[in-house]
């Protein structure tokens, strides 16, 4: 079993998939034990305790005036059983860069979604990038997280097409819809160590998941 600690800012849709995938038994080897917001008013707290029944924690800074946001955080993750090794940390719309400290600590162990396909529209406001740069296409990405900004490699992409009379919101909506199923999706193949790492190349060695650029 892994422990895992959800990290959030906002609605926590993705949380929500996540959770739900794990409550039906598509994943099954994975325990979530925290979410963690930097935000007290993020509507994804709620939703944890009350629908998944998952501890919570608002990580603000001042908190505990002697303790770092970062040194509160560790201290979260220690004390939920959240082990650097054998845990999993899974950033779900969580709009603050962890330090190098945190990274390395859990090195290849924190994974994130993130709305474009990689490394087109890193940082915010990505389904915006891709609409003023004329994208055609644009996508999400499932990739684990490094000290660069949605830089670390990528576990899982998949496609978008952008039509010509998308909106922010359009594109935003059905790149979510897409989210919402290769998160859970990411989070299993890693779970069940499904995953071959070269370097920046990471494969996914289970037949269940094709990748959809490759021919069958
Ligand atoms: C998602 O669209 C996610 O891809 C994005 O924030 C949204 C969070 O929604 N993340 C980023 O832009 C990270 N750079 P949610 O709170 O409903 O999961």
Redesign the pocket.
Known sequence: MLNLAIL?S??????EAILRSIEEGQITNVRPKVVVSNRSESP?LKLAAQKFGVPTHVLCKGNDKTLSFEDELVQVLDQFGIDPKTGVICL??F?RILSPIIVQKYTMRIL????SLLPAFPGLH?QRQALEYGAKISG?TIHFVDTGV?TGPILIQRAVTIFDNDTEESL?QR??EI?HILYPEALRVFSEGKLKIDGRRVSITDSKTKNRNEKA
Request: aromatic letters at 0%; one cysteine or more; a negative charge.
């Open positions: 959030i906002g609605r926590g849709s993705n949380m994804g779900a719309g709009m994130n979604v993130h709305p990505a999400c949605d935003t790149i979510l989210e």
